[in-house]
Every structure is written in structure tokens, then in C-alpha cells.
């Protein structure tokens, strides 16, 4: 049977995750440190190789010296999951099978041991279950084994199961073991248990509330976590999480390695360094994005003995299982490598889905390669000041991401290049495009940014309520408000969300950049300041008192809903949320046309003043082109809409498409495609009628503005001066003609 997966929203009005990547720049001198602080002058050129190992899985990983010990697992559609331990040569790149494990078995974690032997830690059962896959019969246990390395004879065997008996089952995520040869387990959460030698427990240590991501043994044989982001020894005799190592700085989301010749390996989403712990020191050697890996794919970092860098990679399959790959990295001097033109992308932060196409386009491409200049990884605001200036400057980045800008400040100043003619010229038709998705990144007939997936921002109420015509004004809105008088109009309903959802996701109501013109003065900016102050600060409000929000939408407790609508899936679950049909009303403006577009992973423009304007087209048109925009399609779980108008009806085709499990008598039933859930709320989704299909075709065509690109400058005067405003020391006109001064001001200096 095909797994469904689950989607679960979570409860945030609205907010960006950033995926953190160092930025890098071009090469220097020998001794010259560059931005962050890998030397320039030398360079690690990665190799790539095919693993000598056939699998879906690799579940645990162990390295001594130059010997890697895996343990792999194969998923048989008929006899299930079925695991094995190798031995790997990393230097050879050859695979030597060792242990077969049981049926059920998994392996929690290896530790290879100093004598030449390895440890196992290995859970398993023979649960019976129901038709409900409710267990009926059977038990767990947890076993620790001690095989030969050398032919995977078992040494030792011991069953733990006792030790935690006040546990059915026990999760084992990390498994370390020290100098004198005890074994650390981490139940991934807060719980560390200490094996002595004879698999003994010695001790339980607590960890509290102390959030860990990495645990694992020195170079020097102890045990250290990577903790609340410090680095921190385990203290066995204290029996518990020891104070953090001085001068050496780690990232909350680091992964820490055994060291060959240091301490430790420490790998972040950016970069990888080493760990000298009596030197105090960290060392970074590279930046992933430098020698085209993903850092979301790392498996695993170590050293050989001739000083090359290795890594694994894992990349999961969209049909199941994960492919692996070996790297090497070989330091050289940068006069050995063929040089390339750089393209610098510039960005507050990297996409992820962006990233795996910058490193694909690196690889493959001859003349071109792209840098990634990154302005939110260190402070976010203070990046976002640099940017802007950048992009005025010669400093300005080839290729940008406008999705965090105002990009119609910038084009007003000609910083951008109208990207019609590259599409022209390419034999890129403009008609086999979302029209609107394309009209969104217009100014005078010219394009100045391309998204290549989006979303669309809207707030959703009962069709009962509003109708069903999109759009509404601010006027309107609040005449229901009024009239409906529900204990809460959103779900998350502060001031400042309020602001956002009336002044910030539609800027252009009040900024028109194009003439140089501000409408702060006018009487619906006063009236969304007023509607604003009948709501709480943020940090007077305790949205985990309510009720569900199923609960408050059935019982009209809750008027509206603001929400990013990704997918029909989505949709569909918004319905069974409700109860009832939906309108898509969108954020309140006087043109009535309040639904509004998100790139789902940036939206791309090229700076006029670039010399590689060539390659970073090159770039962009490998992201609108039908081999990535069906892909797009191939991975909807659902996170987007293709922009590509063929790859979006087949998006909405596969939506449409009822999946079946065959019943004992052989008869087809339909099943759920998959389930999605907001809060507490979830629901199975079925194949989608073409009437909901219908729906979300109608929601995409109202939306042609872009959501919330609102300069930060301006939100800092907003919020500066609506504080008084909003303590009742000044009036909403009086405050609105302030803002419309300072913010001409701002626009005119600006443009």
C-alpha cells in the first residue's frame, strides 16, 4: 500500500523561515581571509563516486580511520524492510557485507571500538496487528551486540529491554561511545543513558530543557552535544550536561563528526569546519555551496588519512528509498583549477529547492558560475539596509531575488533588466505563462522579475457571510465585522497583524512609485489605523486560551481566515475547516482585488548593471522551463503552483485523480491521496471534483499583485509613528499626515 503523507499547517499568521547560507564572494590573496573566514588562495575540488552499496536506507553510520561501517536497509514491497551492516573501505570505495540483521531489526546506532570490534545497539519486535493496525499481540526488545569487524562475527550479545521498564518501546536517535568503552544513548529527546562495559546501566542524565541536535565522541574519546548552541562535554560523574568549551563557537543546527586529526568535524547548512579542542579553535575549510553539495543532503563528514575531506550525501527519492553518494574533497591551489565568470546572486536568504538548482547549473554549466551573496545570515535587518544600497551601487548583485524588496522601487530607477527580450530571444512564449502571475512583476509593458512557483495570500470566510465574489474594501470588511460582532475577526488577530493584513500586504494602495505619489492622508489609512487599535500588542495576546479553530469557524467565533493557499489540497482542507463553502475575499483595498501572489521560492530579476547578463538568464530560464516546471509537478505534496500553464493542468489533472487499494474480494476502493491538517484540525483528502479545481482556477486568475514587498524603511516610520497613535496621545488623522510627510520624503530621496 502507497504511505500517505500528512501535512500539518502550523498556527502562524504569517512569518519566513530562513534557511541560513554563508555568502561567498571571489578569490583573494594567499593569506586573505574572505567573508567567512575561509582562506583564499587554496580551494577543495570535490570528486564524486558510486558508492559500492545497493540501498534505500542507510540508518547508521560509524567511521575508524579510513574504515566506514554502514548499516543498510532494502524495502521489498512483499517481504518488507530487510537490514544489513558493511564494512567500507573509503579509500578502495569498496563494500565488505558483515551481520545480517533479524526480521524487524534496526539498528540505532554503531560505535567502532578501539580493539578492532564493533558495537551494535539494535531494536526489534514481532508485533501482530489488526486490521486497524492496532496491536494485538507481541513485544519489543533492544539488544546490544559486539560483532568482529573483520567478519561480523557476534562476540557479544545482550539484551537491555530491562532497562527501561517503564517503556512499550524505546527510540533510540544517537549513540556514542568514550575511551573507557561506555556506550551513550539518546532517546532524542531529553534522556541520555550510560552503559558501562558490561552494558550496564551506570547512569541517567537528564538533560532538562536543553535542546541538543548532535551528539558524538571526541578525537580525544569524550562525549560532547551540541547544546542551546554551545558545545558542551557529558559530565558521567556528574551526571549531566557539563559546562561549554571555551572560544569555540557552533551553530544551533551544527552536526559534530569524530575528527581524524582534530577534535571534531562540525558541519552547518552552510559550511564545514574543524574542532581543536586543546587549541580552542575553529577552522572553516569550505562553504557546501562552494564545492556544489547541499548541505540538507550531508549524511556524514570525516577525514582519510591522506588528508582528503569525505563526505556522504543523501538525497530521498520522491517514489521512496534515497540515493547516496561518496565525495572527496582535495585541497589545491586555485591556479589549478579552470576559472569560470561569477555570477553573484544576491539574496536575504537561500530557498532550498533554489539552492539544489544554483549547484545542478554550477555543475553543468562551462562558462558560468554562480556565487551566492547572502544579506540575511548574520542580522536580518541590518542585511536588508545593505541590500537595498547594493542594488543602487556598483556593488549590485547580477542576479537577485526581488521576492524581499520592493521591486517596483528599483525599477522605477532603472536598476532592473526588462526580461522580455531574453524570453523573446530564447523562444520563451509569454503565452504559455500564468498572464497575471507575469503581469505581478510588470511596470509600462516590461517584466522585471520572473517567480517560477507561487502561492496565493488571501483571507477566506464562509461564503454565507460575504458571498462569492472576490475582493472587498476596507469599508465593507468592517460593516461585517460590525454586523457579525464575533468574539475574534482572525484567528491570530493582534495589532500588528491587523496593520499587515490592511497597510503592509497591499503597499501599493498607499505608495505609487512609478509617479513618486503617497496616499497616507486619505481616509482608508486612517480607518485601518483605527480598526488596528480596537486589538491587543502582540504580547498581551494568548492565542493557546482559545478553542480549536474548527470549533470557532462552525460557531462563527471567528470570522475570517487569513491564509496562503498552496495547492487544491489545501483548499480542500480550508472547506472541511469551515464546514461550508468558501469565498477567497482577500485583504481589504479600494480596487477590490485583495487576493495576492507569494513566490513560493523567490522570483528572479538581473541588474542592468551586470556583465553577465547572458549567464544569469541562462540561469533563470532553467527555472520556467517545462523539464523543471513538470518537476514541479512530480514533488507536489503540495507546496506551489507551477507558472507554466501546461505544467499547471497537470498539477491539477494529478489533483483530480482518484487513487485506489483493492479490497479481500479483489474490488477497487478509493483511498485518501494523502491528509493535511491546521492545528488540531486534520482531514483525508480525496481526489478533487472539478469544481474545487474550478474554484482555485478563479482564486489564481484574481490574484496579479505581489503579497507584502514592503520596504523596510517604511514599516519602521509606520511603526514609529503610529505608537502615539496608538496610546492615545495623537489622532489618527494627525498621525496619518505625519507618515504621508515623512514617507514622500523617503519615495522622493528614493526613487
Known amino acids: ?167 512499550e518501546y524505546i527510540y533510540i536517535q544517537r549513540v556514542c561511545g568514550d575511551a573507557q568503552g561506555n556506550l551513550y544513548l539518546n532517546d532524542g529527546n531529553s534522556m541520555i543513558y550510560v552503559l558501562d562495559k558490561s552494558n550496564q546501566l551506570l547512569c541517567e542524565i537528564n538533560t532538562g530543557d536543553q535542546w541538543f541536535n548532535s551528539m558524538a565522541s571526541s578525537k580525544e574519546g569524550d562525549v560532547y552535544v551540541c547544546a542551546d548552541g554551545k558545545l558542551k562535554k557529558i559530565d558521567l560523574a556528574g551526571k549531566k550536561i557539563g559546562e561549554a568549551a571555551q572560544n569555540i563557537e557552533v551553530g544551533w543546527g551544527d552536526n559534530l563528526y569524530t575528527g581524524l586529526n582534530s577534535s571534531f568535524f562540525a558541519s552547518s547548512n552552510s559550511q564545514v569546519s574543524v574542532l581543536d579542542l586543546s587549541a580552542g579553535t575553529k577552522e572553516v575549510l569550505f562553504n557546501w555551496l562552494d564545492v556544489d553539495v547541499n548541505a540538507d543532503e550531508i549524511q556524514y563528514v570525516g577525514e582519510l588519512s591522506d588528508g582528503r575531506i569525505w563526505a556522504i550525501t543523501r538525497a530521498y527519492k520522491e517514489e521512496g528509498g534515497a540515493d547516496y553518494e561518496l565525495i572527496y574533497f582535495t585541497k589545491k591551489d586555485r591556479s589549478e583549477v579552470a576559472a569560470k565568470d561569477e555570477i553573484v546572486f544576491g539574496t536575504m536568504w537561500m530557498d532550498s529547492d533554489i539552492r539544489k538548482r544554483i549547484i545542478d547549473f554550477n555543475k553543468s554549466n562551462e562558462q558560468y558560475r554562480i556565487v551566492v551573496r547572502e544579506y540575511g545570515a548574520d542580522d536580518y535587518e541590518s542585511g536588508l539596509i545593505q541590500f537595498g544600497a547594493d542594488l543602487t551601487t556598483a556593488n ?161 467565533k471567528v470570522l475570517l481566515m487569513q491564509t496562503t493557499l498552496s495547492s487544491v489540497q489545501e483548499y480542500q482542507m480550508m472547506k472541511g475547516m469551515f464546514g461550508e463553502e468558501i469565498t477567497y475575499v482577500g485583504f481589504p483595498n479600494k480596487e477590490e482585488k485583495g487576493n495576492l501572489i507569494v513566490p513560493a521560492s523567490g522570483s528572479f530579476g538581473i541588474s542592468s548593471k551586470s556583465q553577465y547578463k547572458d549567464g544569469a538568464w541562462e540561469f533563470m530560464k532553467t527555472l520556467i522551463d517545462e523539464e523543471y516546471q513538470d518537476g514541479l509537478v512530480q ?89 502615539p497613535f496608538f496610546k492615545g496621545q495623537k489622532s489618527a488623522a494627525d498621525v496619518a499626515n505625519i507618515i504621508q510627510n515623512r514617507v514622500q520624503i523617503y519615495v522622493n530621496e528614493n526613487r
Open 1 to 167: 500500500m502507497k504511505k500517505n503523507r500528512k501535512f500539518i499547517l502550523a498556527a502562524v499568521f504569517f512569518g519566513i523561515f530562513f534557511t541560513v547560507l554563508a555568502g561567498c564572494g571571489k578569490s583573494g590573496g594567499e593569506n586573505q581571509e574572505g567573508e567567512d573566514g575561509v582562506k583564499e588562495g587554496s580551494i577543495y575540488v570535490p570528486e564524486y563516486a558510486q558508492m559500492d552499496l545497493v540501498c534505500d536506507y542507510m540508518d547508521s553510520l560509524a567511521v575508524s580511520g579510513d574504515t566506514l561501517y554502514i548499516s543498510a536497509s532494502i524495502w521489498n514491497e512483499d517481504t518488507g524492510s530487510s537490514g544489513e551492516v558493511y564494512r567500507y573501505d573509503l579509500v578502495e570505495n569498496k563494500a565488505q557485507k558483515l551481520y545480517e540483521l533479524g526480521e524487524n531489526e534496526n539498528v540505532y546506532g554503531m560505535v567502532a571500538n578501539e580493539d578492532g570490534s564493533l558495537t551494535m545497539v539494535c531494536g526489534s519486535d514481532d508485533y501482530v496487528y489488526d486490521e486497524n493496525w492496532e496491536i494485538v499481540s507481541g513485544g519489543f526488545k533492544m539488544t546490544v551486540y559486539k560483532i568482529s569487524s573483520e567478519d561480523g562475527t557476534v562476540i557479544e550479545e545482550k539484551e537491555i529491554t530491562e532497562l527501561f521498564p517503564d517503556s
Open 396 to 556: 549590485c548583485p547580477d542576479l537577485i531575488n526581488l521576492s524581499q524588496v520592493d521591486f517596483a522601487q528599483y525599477a522605477s530607477k532603472g536598476v532592473l533588466e526588462d526580461l522580455y527580450p531574453y524570453m523573446e530571444k530564447s523562444g520563451i512564449k509569454k503565452e504559455e505563462y500564468l498572464e497575471n502571475i507575469l503581469k505581478a512583476y510588470e511596470v509600462e509593458g516590461s517584466l522585471y522579475g520572473i517567480m517560477p512557483v507561487f502561492y496565493v495570500n488571501s483571507i477566506a470566510a464562509k461564503t454565507s457571510l460575504v458571498g462569492e465574489d472576490n475582493g472587498w474594501t476596507l469599508t465593507e470588511m468592517l460593516d461585517l465585522v460590525d454586523e457579525v460582532d464575533p468574539p475574534y475577526v482572525m484567528m491570530y488577530d493582534s495589532r500588528n497583524t491587523m496593520l499587515w493584513y490592511c497597510v503592509y500586504q497591499d503597499i501599493d494602495e498607499f505608495i505609487d512609485w512609478e509617479n513618486g505619489e503617497c496616499f497616507f492622508n486619505g481616509e482608508e489609512f486612517a480607518r485601518a489605523l483605527e480598526f488596528a487599535a480596537r486589538f491587543p500588542d502582540d504580547e498581551d495576546v494568548d492565542y493557546s486560551e482559545r478553542e480549536s479553530v474548527e470549533t470557532l469557524l462552525h460557531e462563527n
Open 635 to 723: 514533488q507536489h505534496g503540495s507546496w506551489g503552483f507551477p507558472i507554466r500553464i501546461e505544467s499547471l493542468e497537470k498539477q491539477f489533472e494529478q489533483d483530480m485523480t482518484p487513487e485506489y487499494d483493492e479490497d479481500e474480494e479483489g474490488n477497487q476502493i478509493e483511498r485518501p491521496k494523502t491528509t493535511w491538517g491546521y492545528n488540531d484540525f486534520t482531514i483525508e483528502i480525496m481526489a478533487a471534483t472539478q469544481e474545487e479545481v474550478d474554484a482555485v482556477k478563479a482564486l489564481i486568475a484574481s490574484a496579479d499583485k505581489i503579497s507584502g514587498n514592503t520596504d523596510q524603511q517604511i514599516i519602521n516610520i509606520i511603526t514609529e509613528e503610529t505608537e
